[in-house]
């Protein structure tokens, strides 16, 4: 395929439009502005990204027939929700209602983040079909990139207010958005051959299939694992059992995203190396598995083991549109690849909620005692889904 038409059409408008809805990681970013702008806690105004994540995987699940249908037509429906999203929340700050907050930056921005999450990925997968694995992966990296940037703006807007801030915000994501979703199309040939393939899916047949609730747990697992540590890693590495300087704190958390991303392109580029794309969740899951194990040996090694975890966390994300198509071919895989990001929206909900509580009652070693069984309940989750694979 023409090296540039993949560059247009492909790589390009996913950064622009994935890059975009991945500020929504960069909420603590202003968080603590919006709090006093409210005057409502921290714990009252965190709720907001919380919901946030669960309606993203709910854009997500509930959006891709649209996706399947006309990409450009997700692209804007996306694209306007996250926008309308971001402006509620700047109205929040103004009228200092918890509520419109909480319908802007959670309900409209998360359902517009999940729609733009799923919009490139299955394009990405048809220009790329030799390495699916690492074509899905990479408007998934863009996402995770879209909070250092945001973070970057954050720190050349900051002087505004939080008000003015907002709908900057607003304004460049629009028109990064708008440029991504006129940018963005599928190769005509891969196009027109998957159109005339026959297809018998539906949502009543999926939930039912085997292999599709193995993939929604294996996913529920590693994200619920990966968002326990994720909001705790500063008060973990502070504790006086671990002893990490503040430096070496931030040092491991400004590093956390780099293998977030890093770990999502290699475990990506190893799977499309592999004879069977399956192996790489036992590499991801015993790799997490083996990595929590060695903190009970000395609690020191924690920063090293969030690193790890945080590579095989953004690993899960890339892996799984591959395998998906695997099993059930290209014709609907935004379909079925929206159904099972449905368990990030869970997983946002509760995965740091059940660490904040077991990390209060058991403290540090017990939050990494509880992700330890996690990941082993997914060791056990990928051989039975190793079985329905061959069913």
């Not at 999203?85 to 999940?114: C, D, E, F, N, R």
């Not at 992966?137 to 505004?160: D, E, M, N, R």
């Not at 330890?372 to 060791?379: K, P, R, T």
Request: hydrophobic letters at 55%; charged letters at 10%; one cysteine or more.
């Amino acid at each position: 395929m023409n090296k540039l038409k993949i560059f247009l059409h492909g790589i390009l408008p996913a950064f622009l439009l994935a890059a975009s809805v991945g500020q929504i990681y960069a909420f603590t970013n202003f968080s603590t502005e919006i709090s006093e702008a409210l005057g409502a806690s921290q714990g009252l105004v965190q709720f907001a990204f919380s919901l946030g994540i669960f309606f993203l995987g709910m854009g997500a699940a509930f959006f891709g027939p649209v996706v399947e249908k006309n990409i450009k037509l997700s692209a804007l429906v996306g694209g306007l929700l996250f926008i309308c999203g971001m402006a509620l929340a700047q109205v929040a700050v103004i009228t200092k209602s918890l509520a419109l907050l909480y319908i802007g930056y959670g309900v409209l921005l998360g359902l517009g983040t999940g729609v733009i999450y799923i919009t490139p990925v299955k394009t990405m997968m048809m220009w790329l079909p030799g390495w699916r694995a690492v074509a899905a992966a990479l408007p998934i990296i863009f996402f995770g990139l879209g909070s250092s940037f945001s973070t970057i703006l954050h720190v050349k807007l900051q002087g505004l207010g939080i008000t003015r801030e907002l709908w900057a915000y607003a304004l460049i994501y629009a028109v990064s958005m708008l440029a991504g979703g006129l940018l963005l199309k599928k190769p005509e040939e891969a196009e027109k051959k998957l159109q005339s393939e026959a297809s018998d899916f539906s949502y009543k047949k999926l939930v039912k299939d085997r292999f599709f609730i193995h993939s929604w747990l294996f996913m529920l697992i590693n994200i619920s694992a990966g968002l326990c540590l994720i909001p705790l890693a500063k008060q973990m590495m502070k504790d006086p059992a671990v002893g990490y300087t503040a430096a070496a704190a931030a040092l491991i958390i400004a590093l956390s995203g780099l293998f977030n991303g890093g770990g999502r392109f290699f475990f990506a580029l190893l799977s499309d190396k592999l004879r069977d794309r399956m192996h790489i969740i036992i590499c991801i899951c015993t790799a997490s598995l083996a990595a929590l194990v060695t903190v009970g040996i000395s609690p020191f090694l924690i920063g090293p083991v969030l690193l790890l975890i945080n590579a095989c966390y953004g690993a899960g994300f890339s892996v799984i549109p591959a395998i998906l198509s695997m099993k059930y071919g290209m014709h609907d895989i935004s379909k079925i690849h929206g159904a099972v990001l449905s368990a990030w929206g869970v997983a946002g909900l509760c995965g740091n909620q059940l660490a904040i509580l077991t990390g209060v009652k058991f403290g540090f070693i017990g939050v990494v005692v509880m992700i330890c069984l996690l990941h082993a309940i997914g060791v056990v989750n990928y051989f039975l889904w190793r079985r329905a694979s061959k069913a």
